[in-house]
């Protein structure tokens, strides 16, 4: 994310919010986010890929998805 700039960008931004008196400070935490969303979508594609598995036999293209589902 630093090598990206979103990391500048970000705090760039909260500094300009920050300016602005009255406002609530959010808490918030740019790598936390950026990592609950990443494994989110991680197990979202192996959930997806796990059904495929278990509906379609064609899918089951290794020796131990065989064996496993086999049974």
């Known amino acids: 994310m630093n090598s990206l700039g979103a990391v500048q960008a970000y705090n760039d931004m909260m ?5 602005i008196p009255l406002l609530p400070k959010p808490l918030f ?15 979202t594609v ?3 890929e796990e059904q495929k598995i278990r509906q379609v036999p ?3 293209t290794t020796d ?7 049974r």
Do not use: C, H
């Open 58 to 60: 064609a899918a089951r």
């Open 46 to 48: 192996v959930a997806t």
């Open 15 to 19: 500094a300009q919010y920050n300016r």
């Open 29 to 43: 935490n740019l790598e936390d986010y950026v990592t609950d969303q990443a494994l989110s979508s991680l197990f």
């Open 64 to 70: 131990l998805l065989r064996r496993v589902f086999a």
